[in-house]
């Protein structure tokens, strides 16, 4: 057993080592304020804590990236998540969306939030602080509600 433990502890160096190759793309596009939430929302500064705290990381351009996120194989991990957050949700560029997808997109913020599935698990075991509590939850409902019912009264 012995004579297998340094041979495969190489091994596995040499692959980590050589994970280290194949690097994601970890930055932060740049972003037009004017485009952004908030500017095109009216968002009250605990709305706007709560987004910093909890949610901007993965769906802004103002991503923090952690020491952990340039390290494979969790850098691939992170720049995925980090992705499809900005994919299906983009406070960043908030003006891309259509009134009837923000309308979509507010209601999704606050049955995601209810639900417990954002922020994801597995960002919030290593950022506890994003962890929402259900006075974060309610705050951010409410939020959504005046913002849909802004919006819906803009239309009409």
Known sequence: ???????????????????????PEVSSPPADPSRGLEARARLTPEVRELLARSCNDCHTRETRWPWYSRVAPVSWYVADHVRHGRKHLDFSDWQ????Q??????????GEAERGTMPLRSYTLLHPEATLTPTDVQTLCDWTERERARLANRQS
Not at 2 to 20: E, T
Not at 96 to 99: L, P
Not at 101 to 110: H, M, R, T
Request: glycine share 8%.
């Open 1 to 23: 057993m012995r004579k297998y433990f340094k041979p495969a502890a190489a091994a596995l160096a040499l692959l980590f080592a050589g994970a280290q190759i194949v690097r």
């Open 96 to 99: 891309q969306y259509e009134s």
């Open 101 to 110: 997808d923000i309308d979509g997109l507010l209601v999704g913020i606050c």
